[in-house]
């Protein structure tokens, strides 16, 4: 029973946790004066999070002002501005910021209008001494390794805080499924905790003395770290063992798991829900659980450390997959490979990099062979994870499961372990069916035909991004929303085929891209394209021809992946399979005379059965009255993209009537300033009866269509009609 008993704490807590979950509504726009703590250290400049003096409220602060001096943690700032909203996910599979809020016990969101820093204090003196620990170390591994080596040693050893890590590394790890090594987790405070019991058993220190200083050292590091939920379980548990040592007293490794789950239960209720917390208690019951299951059934004539490595790395991949099935889309196909090959070397990463470290804050010279070396340990590190994710299907995105699907999962895999355990070889094939009968059918739904043409036009602020899904299980993207750069720093600020794209096709299970369509050169249409095209399979990429000086990352990306490069002219039409085609409308044979970017669009009409899609891009009055009065397509569709986001220089009234639509899509920003969309084009639309529907208010929307019906969704408002 006590195996078991970890399950039914579990479902109890999570059953509380749900019923507990409840957010105080801050109102908008409100003039607001805070006094308070800077209660974290800052990870940027412009955000940083403060504990209102004489309140358990804790408030995310939003500024750009420029201050004599950067705020640090324990400063105690008197600050006024405007209380702002936390928009909940306007697209598919898009990260729920508010919720996250919620969870961190976050009261609100203030853009300061004026700050002043009253005071500076040390706050929690244990927790200031890290940070400023965590500051020297960085500061010693970047003098002696060059950038991007020293920050990826720190990552691994102490955690990624006020770290930038290239994309390409970041890239690599997450296509090797190995992103867990780059923030601090549990195994790092074990294998900590590990090493210095040994040395100080072997020195035959008291276990009085073993005690204190393995409880001293481990609640530092997990201030050092940045105090992440899964460092939280791994001291706390080692703590659990500790103290069982010291009081003569032995349990099940399950009872002091299910211990410390209460322990974090204690300190925050709501850690529950923590992803990091799910992924750290999976894993760590699979060491528990299934690793010495799998151990045992392994063949015996395979040498010791192959046993060994197999266990604890397939364990654990198979126990946190329903996790990430259901939060990331991601089914990691290699990560069995990846953990065996890259764990034993991350513990020496660790070990070496962390002995490093504490030469350095003794003295900087004792540091410098240490680091150097694990400089080597690091490049070989690199160039390991690099290799990996080269391999084709390293990972794959499935479409996100319900909750119970996630959960029949996990019990499959349980289940698994104990027929396995107990030799019930029957059993075991009945899993087995059932699990390839599962696999077959999440395949079947991704490549078999499903005869509807899905578009959805989603909301990436004052940009167009649209994703065509057709009958035949085709993909195509149109535009990617804007791509935001740091002119001091030339940093990605935001890129929105990351934010945004990338979520909604893993959301989907979307694995490949048949086409990429860039409808002209603006940063809001082009931004987000070089994101997909490097990190997306991609059949070819189609655009107006023109070369543009300006989206050098565009270009760039286009010919880094040796991607097909093709040139939209009208009169093209591409069949998409079961009646539906894709026509080019505009434009023509030639359009470099054109000092207005709008009027180089691609403009597309997708048309399947009765129903049919006018995407125009940014076209504007001129090309709208030249495609109503020379178009050999007929312009008439059911939906209408309105061109260049509803300004007043486009979707004037003859194209309107020509096109006849039921319903318009204006893909705009929320409180843009360039006051998009236009009331008088509005006007026109209510005038014409038309149904309009704005991403900044509806968020993505969501056509769907057999060639006869259309029906259709609002992210933000979760509405289905007719």
Known sequence: MKKYFLFILLALVCFLSFLSIHSDHVPIGQVRALRGMVCEEPSKATSFVLKEEGSSKKWVIKSKLQVSSPVHYGDVLQLSGLTEWVDPPSNPGQFDYGAYLIRHHVYGVLRATSYVCIKHTWGNWIQKGAIAVHHRIVQLNRSILP???????????????DLSLPESIQTHFQRSGLTHLLVVSGSQVSFLMGGLYFFMEEWGCSEGLMVGILTSVSVFFFFLTGGGFSVLRALLMSETVLILKLIKRKTSPFHILGFSLLLMIAIDFECIWDVGTQLSFAATFSLFFAAP???????????KWTRDSVSVSLAPVLCTFPFLWFYFQTVPLLALLSNMLVLSWVEWVVGVGFVSACLGLIWRPLAVLPVQFSGVLIRVLDVMTEKLSSIPFAS??????????????????????????????????????????????????????????????????QGDSILIETPLGQSIVIDAGNRLIDRKTGSVILDYGERIVSPVLRYKGINHLDAVITTHFHQDHVGGIPYLTTHFPVGCVIDNGLHDRECRAYFQAIATQHLRHLTAQAGQVISLGYGATLSVLYPGKVCENFSNKNNTSVCIKLTYGKISFLLTGDLEEEQERELSDYSVIPLAATVLKAGHHGSRTSSIEPFIQRVHPRFVVVSVGK?????????????????????LFRTDLDGAVEFS??????????????????
Request: with cysteine.
């Open 293 to 303: 299951i799998l151990k045992k059934s392994l063949p015996e004539k395979w040498p």
């Open 147 to 161: 950038f991007p080596y020293s920050d990826l040693l720190t990552s691994i050893v102490f955690g990624n805080a």
């Open 671 to 691: 409180n843009n300033h360039f006051g998009h969309p236009s009331q008088e084009v509005l006007d026109r639309f209510k005038q014409a009866h038309i149904s």
């Open 396 to 461: 794959l995105y499935a479409r996100q499961p319900s909750l119970l699907e996630a959960a029949l999962c996990f019990c499959l895999i349980v289940l698994f372990f104990i027929f396995l355990e107990r030799k019930r070889i029957q059993w075991l094939k009945r899993i087995g069916w059932v699990a390839m009968g599962w696999i077959f059918l999440e395949i079947g739904i991704a490549c078999l035909p499903t005869h509807t043409l899905i578009v959805t036009f989603l909301d990436v602020g």
């Open 705 to 722: 269509t057999d060639g006869n019906t259309l029906h259709f969704k609002r992210y933000k408002q979760n509405v289905l009609a007719k």
